[in-house]
């Protein structure tokens, strides 16, 4: 970056822009001419390199943190704190980008679609991320929303930039009404943005139903539940970070039944803990009163976060009988004398990934959490404590 300079010695002086700056973060020992930074940095840009004290704890990977055009204001994660990487996810999604214009995220509630978001905005080099939030959005219109992200479809003008850009639209399940525009928005992107603005779409599947995803969403590349699983290293890793659970309860048991109840979801994981961190915050608990209170009505009364809190009852007979085949046996196959309404009833929860369709074709719970929420919500409380003992 120039000629040495000693400690209260100035060396001249120059004017620099915010966006000029290129800010990294070095470990002592580490050599600057080796930075990735370094060989990307334009002529009129200036690297800030900060090294780290030996005793301060190591950082993830190079971090650069993109200056977006549109105030970002995400409910995922905290970054300052430390968190699942989900390098496999970030990887998977700028591999898609190297042959596609969009990227689905489409996953049930609690899957870490936000938290990935974030993830992908602060550790992904050289790209520069606008996110948007359709839930957040004043006017849910699809174009009203890409309007906030600095895309007029109607004039066809967009965010002048260098490099690469990705649009991030969370939560787009609120605008799937605008189906119209959606279709001529996917199939005529190519013909009037630049190849360097991509979009990654995140949206949810509803309880509640209502409308469709674009049928053009079938095409795109996408990441699903899936692949949103977290592996038992992750779960584990998650458990045992200091945002995970207090050292006075991460007792090995307590862990493996939280991870298997909770079918590898992030969100599931993270309600799990805050349950018990908010009900055990001034006491030591020991290992029984942990798993007395994780199974108790009130800490599964949280799982609505990830389950939903709206749910309508099954019609009949017939689609009770399947819940109840689900709860006793832990699948069932769907019965012919189902109404229309009533496999919608099973098909949203299929798509809501809160029932899943197992190698023979039959459906069954995607978590045992998810299983006991059902008892919990058709069965009365005395009845639901009945049944999780018999099984």
Known sequence: MGDDVEDGETKGSIEIEEGDLNYQVLSPGDDVSDHRLLRNTPKNCVDIFVVLPVSTAPLPEPIMISKSSVHVELNGIELQTPHLARQNLVTSITEKFESNRFVLLSSPAGSGKTSLLQIFQHRVILVDCIYVSSFESADRSLTGVLTSAGIDLKARTFPVVNGTVVIMLDDAQFT???????????????????????????????????????????????????????????????????????????????????????????????????????????????????????????????????????????????????????????????????????????????????????????????????????????????????MFLRH
């Open 176 to 386: 799937y009404e605008d189906r119209v525009t959606w279709s001529l928005f996917i199939k005529s992107a190519v013909l009037w943005l630049p190849s360097n603005i991509k979009f990654i779409i995140s949206a949810t599947h509803s309880l509640k139903g209502g409308q469709e995803s674009p049928v053009e969403f079938t095409a795109l590349p996408k990441l699903n539940r899936k692949d949103f699983l977290l592996s038992y290293a992750e779960s584990n890793e998650f458990l045992d970070s200091v945002i995970g659970l207090p050292t006075n309860m991460k007792s090995g048991v307590v862990k493996q039944v939280i991870i298997r109840d909770c079918g590898s979801l992030i969100g599931a994981l993270r309600v799990a803990v805050n349950s018990l961190k908010l009900h055990f915050h001034k006491s030591y608990p020991l290992e029984e009163e942990l798993l007395q209170y994780y199974f108790s009505a009130e800490s599964l009364s949280l799982a609505s976060r990830i389950f939903g809190s709206e749910h309508t009852s099954p019609m009949n007979e017939g689609s009770k009988n399947m819940l109840a085949q689900c709860f006793q046996s832990k699948s069932a196959s769907y019965s012919d004398d189902l109404t229309e309404n009533e496999m919608k009833f099973f098909l949203v929860r299929q798509k809501a990934r809160i029932l899943v369709e197992n190698d023979c074709k039959e459906i069954e719970f995607s978590s045992q959490l998810a299983r006991r929420y059902y008892i919990s919500w058709l069965f009365p409380i005395d009845l639901h404590r009945q």
